[in-house]
Antibody
Framework: QVQLQESGPGLVKPSQTLSLTCTVS??????????WSWMHQHPGKGLEWIGY???????YYNPSLKSRVTISVDTSKNQFSLKLSSVTAADTAVYYC???????????WGQGTLVTVSS | QSALTQPASVSGSPGQSITISCTGT?????????VSWYQQHPGTAPKLMIY???NRPSGISSRFSGSKSGNTASLTISGLQAEDEADYYC??????????FGGGTSLTVL
C-alpha cells in the first residue's frame, strides 16, 4: 500500500521559508512513472496545486507561486521536499503531498499537515 | 490560470441523483480529457473519485460517474447515500504541466 507522510514545522514566522518533507513508502520515487506533488488548502477554502517533481528532478510550478517555490527530490531517502520562501499569513494552510500521473490521476495523498505563519 | 467554477452547494435526498458541474475554459476543461474529481470529508485528505473525465479508480462505487461537454465537466452521484455528504472538488490539466482546481462544492444529503 502506497503511503505518503508530510513532516516539518507547524509554525513559521513571516518572511521566513516554509520547509516540508514528504516520505514515501510502498513505492519507489526512482522507479518513475509518477509526479510527486504538493497541494495546499487554506483554512475553510479550496485546494490549490503548488507544483510537482519527476524522479529525474524536472519540476513544474503553479505560475502564481513559482517565484517562491522550490520542490526537490532525494531518491536515496525516497523523499521529496517543498520550500516556500518569504511566507506571509496568507500561506497558512494545510499542505498535502500527493502522488500523481501529472495530468489527472492524483491517487495517493498524505494526511496533510497544518502550517501556520505567525510571529 | 483562473480557478474552475463549481456551485457552492448542492443537496439531495437519499436515493436520488445529483450532478455537480465544473466549468472551465477552452484552455483547460475544454482542451483536455484530464478532469478529475475528489471527495473530501471534514478533517481528512481528499480522495480521488474520478480521473480522466470518466474513469473510476479501483474501489470507487459505480454510483459515481463523470462526463464532459465542451468546457463543462460533471460529476453525477446516483443512489445518494448519507456517507456521500462531503465537499467535492474538480481539477483539470491546463497544459504546460500545470493544474487548476475548482472552488469546491458542498454536498448535503437531506
Amino acid at each position: 500500500q502506497v503511503q505518503l507522510q508530510e513532516s516539518g514545522p507547524g509554525l513559521v514566522k513571516p518572511s521566513q521559508t516554509l520547509s516540508l518533507t514528504c516520505t514515501v513508502s510502498g513505492d519507489s520515487i526512482s522507479s518513475g512513472g509518477y509526479y510527486w506533488s504538493w497541494m495546499h488548502q487554506h483554512p475553510g477554502k479550496g485546494l490549490e496545486w503548488i507544483g510537482y517533481i519527476y524522479y529525474s528532478g524536472s519540476t513544474y510550478y503553479n505560475p502564481s507561486l513559482k517565484s517562491r517555490v522550490t520542490i526537490s527530490v532525494d531518491t536515496s531517502k525516497n523523499q521529496f521536499s517543498l520550500k516556500l520562501s518569504s511566507v506571509t499569513a496568507a500561506d497558512t494552510a494545510v499542505y498535502y503531498c500527493v502522488r500523481g500521473d501529472g495530468y489527472s490521476r492524483f491517487d495517493y495523498w498524505g494526511q496533510g499537515t497544518l502550517v501556520t505563519v505567525s510571529s | 490560470q483562473s480557478a474552475l467554477t463549481q456551485p457552492a452547494s448542492v443537496s439531495g435526498s437519499p436515493g436520488q441523483s445529483i450532478t455537480i458541474s465544473c466549468t472551465g475554459t477552452s484552455s483547460d476543461v475544454g482542451a483536455y480529457n484530464y478532469v478529475s474529481w475528489y471527495q473530501q470529508h471534514p478533517g481528512t485528505a481528499p480522495k480521488l473519485m474520478i480521473y480522466g473525465v470518466s474513469n473510476r479508480p479501483s474501489g470507487i462505487s459505480s454510483r459515481f460517474s463523470g462526463s464532459k461537454s465542451g468546457n463543462t465537466a460533471s460529476l453525477t452521484i446516483s443512489g445518494l447515500q448519507a456517507e456521500d455528504e462531503a465537499d467535492y472538488y474538480c481539477s483539470s490539466y491546463t497544459g504546460s504541466s500545470t493544474l487548476v482546481f475548482g472552488g469546491g462544492t458542498s454536498l448535503t444529503v437531506l
